[in-house]
């Protein structure tokens, strides 16, 4: 009973985040400013490390976990330097 209910689990995950990836997608692509396609884009890639960690909880291959947290890093440090960059105009002073 227990590994139904998570396999129903992932399976609603997984539907959930794909239907947010769309719309984070969505904006990403139509966003009227820059501001609105970097949030976008940082929201694109949290809803893909979380995909990436439900399929790693479905295979149980700790490869996609790893994926993730490189996913995690990168964005974060790429979102960090758009909007560095959309503030003074250059990411390095």
């Known amino acids: 009973m227990s590994a139904l209910i998570l396999g129903w689990s992932l399976t609603a995950a997984q539907v959930i985040l794909a239907i947010a990836m769309g719309f984070a ?4 692509i ?3 400013r820059a501001q609105d396609r970097i949030i976008g ?3 694109f890639y949290v809803n893909a490390m ?3 960690i439900t ?3 479905r295979s149980g291959a700790t490869l996609y976990f790893e994926a993730a947290l490189i996913i995690a890093l990168l964005g974060f440090v790429g979102t ?3 909007a560095k960059f959309l503030m003074r105009g250059e990411v390095i002073e």
């Open 25 to 28: 997608a969505l904006r990403f």
């Open 30 to 32: 139509r966003g009227p």
């Open 41 to 43: 884009l940082d929201t």
């Open 50 to 52: 979380l995909m990436l």
């Open 55 to 57: 399929v790693g909880i």
């Open 80 to 82: 960090v330097a758009m």
